[in-house]
């Protein structure tokens, strides 16, 4: 049974930092697609960021520039480095993996269907 479990969550001012991390255990780690997104109550859970297991890593365009997708292998973490952090990034953050490629900017969909998801950690950002 694979199990995603994410920290790191907490409540910082704008253009402050986290970093969340998303434990895994139960498969493959490095065969996966992996990913992290985001809901906010009332709207459609979006895509922030995913990465393949070659490394390869796509990014929502709201996140660019200010977010890094990362892994460890070696412990089997996965982890969303967020920089200069903004209001409109509060929101519950899931942990994702699909057993299957990333296939490019479609893993970010929420349609794209990844099989097991992490419980979710709290992001507040205050202004």
């Known amino acids: 049974q694979v199990q995603l479990v994410e920290s790191g969550g907490g409540s910082v001012q704008a253009g402050g930092s986290l970093r969340l991390s998303c434990a895994v255990s139960?498969?493959?780690?490095?065969?996966?697609?992996m990913g992290w997104f985001r809901q906010t109550p009332g709207k459609e859970r979006e895509g922030v960021a995913t990465i393949d297991s070659r490394g390869s890593t796509k990014y929502a365009d709201s996140v660019k520039e200010r977010f890094t997708i990362s892994k460890d292998n070696a412990v089997n973490t996965l982890y969303l480095q967020m920089n200069s952090l903004k209001p409109e990034d509060t929101a519950m953050y899931y942990c994702?993996?699909?057993?299957?490629?990333?296939?490019?900017?479609?893993?970010?969909?929420?349609?794209?269907?990844?099989?097991?998801w992490g419980k979710g950690t709290l992001v507040t950002i205050s202004s």
């Open positions: 994702a993996a699909a057993a299957r490629p990333c296939g490019g900017a479609w893993s970010l969909s929420p349609r794209y269907g990844m099989n097991y």
């Open positions: 139960g498969y493959t780690y490095s065969a996966y697609c």
